[in-house]
C-alpha cells in the first residue's frame, strides 16, 4: 500500500487546550531508510509497520502495517535500537481530513509535528490557521530519524 502525507510545523498549541490524545511508544527493529521496520504501542492498540524509501517529493511511500498484541509489542520493543520514540497525539479534523498532531517527549520534547494523509500527491485539503511551515521530505522529521538523531541534540 502506497502511504502519502504531508508533514508540518505546528505554530501553536492552544487548539488543543480541551482535546484528548492518546499516548504512543515506537521504536524500531531497522533503521534503513529502504526499509525501515517500528514496533509501535498506541493507546491499547501494537502495531508492526514495514516502510519503503521515500520518492523524490518526499510525499509518498510504501507502507505495510498488522495489528499485533501489546505483549508482543512490548517484548519486541525491548529488541529494538536505542532511541524509542514518545508522543501524545492528537486527531483533529479538518474539512475532509484528520490531521494528526503528535506532540513529542522525552529526547524529542519540543517538537510538534501535523501529518496529514491524502489518496494522491496533489489532493486538496483545507490548512488550518495553526499550521506552519511544510517539512514534507525533510528526513530530520522522520520518527525513524529521530530515533537516531534527536530534536533536543539538534542546533536551530
Not at 517538537?111 to 485539503?125: G, H, M, N, P, R
Request: proline share 3%; aromatic share 10%; glycine share 8%.
Amino acid at each position: 500500500m502506497q502511504e502519502i502525507e504531508r508533514k508540518f510545523l505546528i505554530k501553536n498549541t492552544e487548539f488543543l487546550e480541551d482535546m484528548n490524545g492518546f499516548k504512543i511508544v515506537q521504536g524500531y527493529l531497522s533503521n534503513d531508510p529502504k526499509r525501515n521496520v517500528r514496533v509501535r504501542i498506541k493507546g491499547d492498540l501494537a502495531f508492526i509497520t514495514i516502510k519503503g524509501m521515500s520518492n523524490e517529493s518526499g510525499l509518498s511511500r510504501f507502507e505495510w502495517e498488522k495489528e499485533i498484541d501489546v505483549k508482543e509489542a512490548e517484548e519486541l520493543l525491548k529488541l529494538c535500537l536505542p532511541g524509542v520514540i514518545e508522543k501524545t497525539r492528537y486527531e483533529i479534523a479538518s474539512g475532509d481530513h484528520t490531521f494528526e498532531v503528535d506532540i513529542f517527549e522525552g529526547e524529542n520534547k519540543g517538537l510538534i509535528i501535523a501529518e496529514v494523509e491524502l489518496k494522491s500527491e496533489d489532493e486538496a485539503f483545507e490548512k488550518p490557521e495553526w499550521l506552519g511551515d511544510e517539512v514534507t521530505g525533510d528526513v530530520r522529521y522522520y520518527n525513524s530519524y529521530l530515533s537516531t538523531q534527536p530534536f533536543a541534540a539538534w542546533s536551530i
